[in-house]
């Protein structure tokens, strides 16, 4: 059987990704799916950026706060939901696409993953408790920096999740992430992909994430994480989010507002930095020069690359 065509937009955050993937899919009669880690939760819409009404377009979109914060999502869970609504979008008569900036999401669903058919709970949970604490956080870090020097490079000490996820990974398979990111490198995936990212200078993109935060505060951003502080025990994916302990800290008088907002703008550049990396190593990425361009012409400039590949079959 011949493998359905999957577009993806991906990118560093704040670089117009969710604008170009809409205007992509009204260009194209194609669906949205969000391949974004913070935005799959509930009660979290102004923190992870998700998109408004108004920003859609009309067009339809999947895997936006579906998932309980309490619970623990993995990129394995991910790819078999991605996997369900690129059928049903496909069964439609539309085009699936995928748009979002978490990279082992978007691996997940274009590149086979073994290593996250393997999970154990128990050591999940021992790491995780490890690193509930500063001192915990570095000792994992310590951990993975000896065992996986690459993972620790790309990775930040504070970003407790993905770090433990390479420890496991390690101590379940033997092999480091990277050495079984290389071999999913190597394997077919089960779509025909083709994969786009806005780019921008860096000092733009900067600029870019300022206005972001900006109009995050003006869309309630404050509000939300108060909200989020009364009731940590049922919100615990929030304290991961950028913006969080930043706005946290200000609400509970540590810092003054205008410092949270400073440091939020400053998570945010550190982010987007890691995330560059992550694309600029993947070689299927097509990067796009967004300079001077509007989202729908960034668009037009995908959709002409589309058709050249696969054709009458997009048309």
Known sequence: MEKHILLV?????????????????LLMNGEVIS??????????????AKPTRKEMKGVRHHLLG??????RYTADAYRADAK??????????????LCGGTGLYINAVTRPMSFSEQSDEKMHEELMQIGATASGRKQLFDI??????????RLHEN????????????RLTGKTQTEQMRLDREREGDYREIIF???WPREELYRRIGVRVDEMIKCGLVEEVRRLIKDEERHPTALQAIGYKEIAAALRG??????????????TRHLAKRQLTWFKRDERVIWINAEGKTAREMAEEMHRMIVERFGCEVI
């Open 84 to 97: 369900f609504a690129i059928e049903e979008i496909v069964q439609r008569g539309k085009l699936p696409m």
């Open 197 to 199: 990212a806005p780019d």
């Open 66 to 71: 579906f998932v309980d914060p309490r619970e």
């Open 254 to 267: 540590e810092i003054s507002m205008s410092e949270a907002v400073e440091w939020t703008k400053q998570a």
């Open 144 to 153: 993975l920096r000896e065992i996986d020097p690459d993972s620790a490079a």
């Open 9 to 25: 937009v991906a990118g560093p955050t704040a670089s117009g990704k969710t604008a170009c993937a809409v205007e992509l899919a």
């Open 159 to 170: 970003d407790v999740r993905r770090v433990t996820r390479a420890i496991e990974i390690f």
């Open 35 to 48: 391949a974004d880690s913070m935005q799959i939760y509930k009660g979290m819409d102004v923190l992870s």
